[in-house]
DNA sequence: TCTGGGGTCCTAGGACCC
DNA sequence: TCTGGGGTCCTAGGACCC
């Protein structure tokens, strides 16, 4: 979906058309209404404190803001921008529409999150540019909102071509193009390559998906090892065979939050205590509305520096209980250094059990555990 | 007053078992 | 007179993605 938040936003905003609009930021006000029956919309200037920008709109780009910039910063770039709190009840209903729409051509989806999916049109007989159309329109029918689509033999190549005529773009590619129309890319355009990767590449000459395509597989294994140099050599071939998976099972649910100031164990002690009760209730919540239990629970903390630490324990049975994932998540906090002020904590449960067939703690057996 | 929140997957070491 | 070779589970960290 073509910036999918700040478009389902311009749905119900329909008057901040063709200005740059970002949406972020826990505390980014509501637009206000106006004696004269207007709206008064925050701008980027009147933000203070934390938060990063979730999505921007193309005008916005252009200013140089983008996801995952900072409040403040991108306030400096763009300071007249217009701010949105997100409203994620409304993006997972516009998900689902979408998705529903798809489905309705071609059901075989994988879920990517919120706002990007893989189709199997393996089965799906029709000419290419005409199915997308199609699918296209269907989404728009269903939603208002444009997406963008890359057709290809694999998910690696759809996933490139999605984004090469964003937003509201087809992007139909056969194998016997990847020479002038992938490899020219930069090596970061493949899913899974990211700033880390991408630097060590450069520090090798490599800047291009070409590049990575010729150079010898031996020294990518070198650097990379011999999996992930594999791996590099495979993609930058356009080779990759992995199925479109429709359905999954949930490997972790966690629940974590970011301090409007940084806190100190000691110092903060009561405010600290309450929020991570309270994260622990939400993710007990979570669990079961969702159906699981689970046997791991972890905490994660990240300090003043942004750096952060992560301790886990595993039960000898599932829990779905706030008071018992705040205990075995207490004890985690214990392993934990903490002299220096926190910005963020977080809880975790990983190792998940079907609630319906899950062996559970008892309450009582709880008390009696050494945790 | 840089840097959200929710995820997945991989690696690597140590405990423990046969 | 050194101490094999598998395997699984647990824990911690990190890269990456949406």
């Not at 057709?151 to 002038?180: M, R, V, Y």
Request: proline share 5%.
């Amino acid at each position: 979906m073509d910036a999918f938040f700040a478009s389902v936003e311009l749905l119900r905003y329909p008057q901040l058309r063709g200005q740059a609009v970002v949406v972020g930021g826990r505390s980014a006000q509501q637009p206000v209404a106006q004696p004269d029956g207007s709206l008064r919309f925050a701008r980027l200037r009147d933000y203070a404190g934390r938060g990063v920008i979730t999505t921007s709109t193309y005008e916005a780009r252009a200013l140089g803001v983008f996801s995952g910039m900072g409040l403040m910063k991108s306030a400096q770039l763009a300071p007249d921008a217009i701010l949105l709190p997100a409203n994620f009840d409304a993006y997972r209903e516009y998900s689902r529409k979408f998705k529903d729409a798809v489905a309705t051509i071609a059901p075989t989806i994988e879920d990517r999150g919120i706002d990007e999916i893989y189709i199997d049109l393996g089965k799906v007989a029709e000419e290419t540019l005409a199915l997308a159309k199609r699918i296209k329109q269907a989404v728009f029918d269903a939603t208002g909102l444009s997406c963008s689509i890359g057709i290809s033999p694999n998910k690696l190549l759809s996933k490139i071509c999605s984004d090469l005529d964003k937003p509201d773009g087809i992007t139909i590619l056969g194998l016997d193009e990847i020479p002038a129309r992938i490899w020219p890319l930069a090596a970061k355009k493949i899913n899974g390559i990211g700033p880390k990767a991408s630097a060590t590449l450069a520090r090798l000459g490599i800047n291009t998906i070409g590049e990575l395509a010729a150079a010898p597989v031996e020294l990518l294994a070198q650097k990379f090892g011999r999996t992930t140099g594999a791996w590099l050599h495979r993609v930058a071939h356009g080779r990759d065979e992995r199925p479109v998976v429709t359905a999954s099972e949930p490997k972790s649910i966690s629940r974590e939050t970011t301090f409007e100031r940084d806190l100190h164990a000691r110092h903060d002690r009561a405010e600290l205590t309450a929020i991570f009760s309270a994260l622990c209730r939400r993710l007990a919540d979570d669990l079961q509305r969702k159906g699981y239990a689970s046997r791991t629970i972890g905490i994660k903390l990240r300090y003043a520096d942004f750096h952060s630490v992560t301790r886990d324990l595993t039960l000898p049975a599932g829990v779905c209980d706030g008071d018992q994932i705040r205990r075995a998540a207490g004890e985690c906090l214990k392993r934990v250094p903490l002299t220096q002020r926190i910005r963020l904590l977080g809880v975790r449960a990983g190792a998940l059990l079907p609630l319906a067939d899950a062996e559970l703690i008892p309450p009582a057996v709880q008390a009696e555990l050494p945790f």
